[in-house]
C-alpha cells in the first residue's frame, strides 16, 4: 500500500479524500487562509485608490 503524504506540511494522509487532493484538511485551511488573505481589500485601499471618488 502506497503512503501519500500531505504536500504541504509532508505528514501521512489518513483519509481518502485528503489522500485525493494530497493535502490534509488543516494544511488545506491555512493554504485558503493564506490566498484569501493576500487579496483582501481593506477600505483604506480604496479611499487611497481614489475609487470612492467616481
Do not use: A, H, N
Request: glycine share 6%; proline share 2%; aromatic share 4%.
Amino acid at each position: 500500500m502506497e503512503v501519500i503524504v500531505c504536500k504541504r506540511c509532508g505528514r501521512k494522509l489518513k483519509s481518502k479524500k485528503s489522500k485525493e487532493k494530497q493535502i490534509g484538511p488543516t494544511c488545506e485551511k491555512k493554504l485558503l487562509l493564506d490566498f484569501y488573505k493576500k487579496r483582501q481589500i481593506t477600505i483604506d485601499d480604496i479611499l487611497r485608490k481614489g475609487e470612492c471618488d467616481k
